[in-house]
């Protein structure tokens, strides 16, 4: 099936530091999401993009994230700076089209994040 | 505010027995119900989605009833095997919504 792909697997930096997650949907999907998940436990939405514009965020998108697609390259997620507490597993999906709330989406398969 | 709950948070069955993973939530609006099977190291991958117009839907062994008085909704797996190992959410979105809201979680583990 359809595949996303997240590089790095897995990210080690100090607190304070800049990281950048990056993520490959799948060719031809136009909407894509970032969604935050810690101890294997709820996925937490982050944020969305469409068009080259975040369409909405949680509350857990703090100001030192931001998102981008350029050029239709990566959609990454940057952090900036790092805290303890954005340790977790990062997870981006992406989807074909709108469906009206039933789109389906396709996850990558995480990106796991440590802040030491 | 947790808007889909899932219970139990961890279940054990035998192969061959019926697993039963429960959903709720708190939203009317809410009109689509996918379920996702996540394997250690992977991301999650839809499994089977309802919408609440219907009350039943099946695909295999893989079977959702869906309660829309009682906003509750559950997952059914028959025969279940080794394989199907795994952590299940259930999430729920609105016609309104832009982003699927996602439930606590089950762990399902099927002991030979």
């Known amino acids: 099936g359809p595949k996303v792909l997240q590089i790095p697997s897995h990210q080690i930096i100090d607190m304070g530091q800049m990281v950048t997650l990056n993520c490959d949907p799948v060719?031809?999907?136009?909407?894509f999401y970032w969604y935050k998940q810690i101890l294997g436990q709820q996925m937490e939405f982050l944020v969305n993009?469409?068009?080259?514009?975040?369409m909405e965020k949680s509350k857990l998108f703090k100001d030192q994230f931001s998102v981008e697609r350029p050029d239709g390259s990566y959609f990454t997620l940057k952090i900036q700076p790092t805290a303890l507490e954005d340790s977790a597993v990062y997870f981006c999906?992406?989807?074909?089209?709108w469906g009206g709330g039933a789109e389906t989406l396709y996850f990558g398969s995480g990106t796991r994040l440590t802040v030491l | 505010q947790q808007q889909v709950r899932q219970s139990p948070q961890s279940l054990t069955v035998w192969e061959g027995e019926t697993a039963i993973l429960n959903c709720s939530y708190e939203?009317?609006?809410?009109?689509?119900f996918p379920w996702y099977q996540q394997f250690p190291g992977e991301g999650p991958a839809l499994l089977i989605s309802?919408?609440?117009?219907?009350d039943k839907k099946e695909d295999g062994r893989f079977t959702i009833f869906f309660n829309k008085r009682e906003k509750k909704l559950s997952l059914h797996i028959t025969d279940s095997q080794p394989g199907d190992s795994a952590t299940y959410f259930c999430?729920?979105?609105?016609?309104?919504?832009?982003?699927?809201?996602f439930g606590t979680g089950t762990k399902l583990q099927v002991v030979p």
């Open positions: 999906a992406s989807s074909p089209d």
């Open positions: 060719s031809n999907h136009l909407y």
């Open positions: 993009f469409y068009n080259g514009k975040v």
């Open positions: 939203d009317s609006t809410f009109n689509y």
């Open positions: 309802i919408r609440s117009v219907s």
């Open positions: 999430a729920a979105i609105a016609n309104s919504g832009t982003y699927q809201r």
